[in-house]
């Protein structure tokens, strides 16, 4: 790839240099702003609308006939007190805020967690080059070069403690061109029925479960022979004049999703796996069923020695499947067995972080 172009936050923070005095004071004075800002929009004149009020909107009754073709399955109330109130709304949007830096490279490498970021990006990098997911070429001007960008992502236990940074090295797929660098896209995911009914077993047949994660997992899909896909280099990484030439699938490709799936299909099959005519995201087997949410697996089994032969298999067959535990923090819900054998769902962490924003 090259030589690495630090970026100057993080070589200040390596450095232990401290932030100039002036630019915290600035933060500060920013920060100072925003809260006045804050307190003003509650104190001003323009009236917050109550939930009362929202539920007598029109509007509501079609916001729950839209939730509900969606799966939601709650209250008109607690559809509009939970997610459409606009006080509820930003106070979501702060909790989760910091930890999620999402497209913007400046923000992530300037933020208190900059050596953190950094170190997730070098890593990426290092095991997307491992994969051989591409080759360096000179950019000529038949090319139809896609921009690239980072996704960053503070990742929590349910109980809001952290639990790793996270950087993604994505493509810009809305630059792609249909019919000449992607065709078909479309990916299933497990179904919340489906999932919803395996919790259900797991409590009535005391199953065993556990959790994988399969690490860099759209960049186990190859692309088509007819399939030619150039990208930009990635920030901090760049050389002149040279582009990505894919290999593999990467994050953000539109045809990344489907070709994972077909991907992790072929290896559960070939792992002794049979697919469910019912749902696509459906695996089983006489020993072992599991379930996949694009690269989060769950995995269910009277026995967990059986759990961990599959993922023997599935190692194999080139997965590179990590072990998360059991099923207690699946897709950041907090799962307990309570003592008369029932499953109670929580999600304290973000409960938490939404109050300290209110």
């Known amino acids: 790839m090259g030589t690495k172009q630090i970026p100057d936050g993080v070589r200040r923070a390596m450095n232990m240099r401290w932030i100039a005095p002036k630019r915290e004071r600035y ?8 809260r006045k800002a804050d307190e003003l929009m509650l104190q001003s004149e323009i009236e917050v609308p109550t939930v009362e009020a929202l539920m007598a909107c029109p509007l509501s009754k079609f916001i729950h006939f839209a939730a509900n073709d969606c799966g939601y399955t709650g209250s008109r109330y607690d559809l509009i007190a939970n997610w459409v109130h606009p006080l509820f709304l930003k106070a979501k949007s702060e909790a989760s805020k910091e930890d999620n ?40 001007d038949d090319m139809n070069v896609i921009d690239s960008i980072w996704a960053f992502k503070l990742k929590r236990f349910p109980d809001g403690m ?14 792609q061109l249909e019919g000449v660098d992607f065709f078909e896209t479309y990916a299933p995911v497990v179904q919340w ?43 901090g990484f760049r050389q002149q004049g040279k582009v990505l030439k894919l290999k593999k699938t990467l994050y953000g490709l539109r045809q990344s999703p489907r070709a994972f799936w077909k991907y992790l299909t072929d290896a559960m099959i070939a792992a002794g796996m049979q697919v469910s005519k019912l749902d696509p995201c459906l695996f089983v ?9 694009v690269d989060d697996i769950l995995f269910w089994s009277t026995d967990e020695a059986y759990i961990n032969e599959l993922g023997s298999k599935l190692r194999k067959e080139g997965l590179l499947l990590e072990e998360e535990g059991d099923a207690a923090g699946y897709l950041g819900v907090e799962m307990t067995k309570t003592e008369e054998g029932l499953i109670e769902m929580k999600q304290t962490g973000l409960i938490d972080r939404v109050l300290e924003a209110l």
Not at 117 to 129: D, G, H, P, Q, S
Not at 209 to 226: C, N, P, R, T
Request: with cysteine; proline share 3%; hydrophobic share 45%.
């Open 27 to 34: 933060k500060q004075r920013v920060a100072k702003r925003r």
């Open 101 to 140: 830096p999402s497209w913007n490279w400046k923000q992530a490498m300037s933020g208190p967690f900059k050596e953190e970021y950094w170190k997730a990006a070098v890593k990426e990098i290092e095991t997307l080059e491992s994969m051989d997911v591409w080759e360096v070429v000179d950019r000529t």
């Open 162 to 175: 952290v639990k790793k940074f996270k950087a993604r090295f994505c493509a810009r797929g809305d630059q």
């Open 193 to 235: 029925t489906t999932v919803r009914l395996m919790l259900i077993l797991e409590i009535l047949l005391q199953l065993k479960s556990k959790q994988g994660d399969v690490a860099a997992a759209f960049v186990h899909g190859k692309l088509e022979d007819h399939e030619k896909v150039h990208i930009e280099m990635p920030l």
């Open 285 to 293: 087997s006489d020993k072992v069923t599991a379930v996949a949410f």
